[in-house]
């Protein structure tokens, strides 16, 4: 099989990524799959549905700018085929779709609103092909607008679930306290049955939540009272002294807070002590999956 390069597009609501890989089935191993291009947006769709309930006409234009732009980086790197898929914004929104077919009329890219147990299922594929079958799993993504979880167990995907606690949400006030309360019982349940639980988070928070409190070489892993300490220290300052002190981006600096108390739920529910953080997304399973689908 030739040489592929293919996109994933990744609209979050906090952020939007454009990931673009070449696949070489005839490369030596390790050396078959490499990323070209990967580009971050903070369009943070979520904050105009969490309040407003739609995509207001001023974000709607700047997704629109984000999205022609991302066709020219496509065309720039030769990719011969994308998937582009929208996330729990988009899926509240109530002029989503709406918007889904003007983005394509506009751009001809067609976009996808895809159900959270999907999302969840997706980013649960990036663990099943690691090959990991000798723990029980959970594996953990905290996005803008919900929390996917997926157990694998046996290195079988056993249960999948999307909540609606994710951090832009919870920073407007929409998070209920039974949304809360059903994860943290479905979780204690999960811990009960399985036992001894390996925790993965995925996501721009815990990612940078690992770079505030490790070096670059160390295991990808932070314990649970590394979070806590780290948590502990941000919270007590302004978003400016987030910024100022820890480099943060203003994006990621209000909803940090939020990340780590749902990373924090989690963590406790399944009495563990530590989340792996191997550093893998969304936009990688999109793209790794097109792949798949491509070579049948």
């Known amino acids: 099989m030739k040489i592929k390069n293919l996109a994933a597009i990744d609209i979050g609501s906090n952020g939007a990524r454009l990931l673009i890989k070449r696949f070489n089935p005839e490369a030596p191993e390790g050396m078959k799959v490499r990323r070209i291009t990967y580009i971050r947006v903070p369009l943070r769709l979520g904050k105009d549905v969490f309040t407003l309930g739609k995509v207001s006409k001023d974000r709607y234009r700047m997704m629109l700018h984000m999205m022609r732009g991302f066709k020219e980086f496509m065309k720039l790197n030769h990719v011969e085929a994308y998937r582009a898929c929208a996330t729990s914004a988009m899926r509240d929104a109530e002029n989503g779709r709406k918007v889904m077919k003007r983005i394509h009329k506009q751009t001809g890219i067609r976009l996808e609103i895809i159900p959270g147990e999907e999302e969840a299922k997706l980013l649960a594929n990036n663990i099943l092909e690691a090959g990991d079958n000798n723990h029980t799993i959970c594996y953990c993504d905290v996005g803008g607008g919900s929390t996917e979880i997926s157990i694998l167990h046996n290195g079988r995907l056993v249960d999948s679930h999307s909540y609606n606690c994710g951090t832009l949400r919870m920073l407007s006030g929409k998070v209920s306290a039974e949304t809360l309360s059903e994860l943290k019982e479905n979780l204690s349940k999960v811990a009960k049955q399985y036992g001894e639980i390996q925790l993965i988070g995925s996501g721009g928070n815990i990612n940078k939540l690992f770079k505030l409190t490790h070096n670059k070489s160390d295991k990808k892993e932070i314990l649970m009272e590394e979070l806590r300490q780290i948590y502990m220290k941000l919270k007590v300052l302004s978003i400016d002294e987030r910024i100022g002190r820890y480099g943060l981006k203003e994006d990621r600096a209000d909803v940090i807070i939020p990340a780590s108390e749902i990373f924090m739920l ?31």
């Open 266 to 296: 989690v963590a406790d529910a399944l009495k563990t002590d530590r989340i792996l953080v191997p550093n893998i997304s969304l936009a990688d399973s999109i793209v790794d999956g097109l792949f798949e689908q491509l070579i049948g």
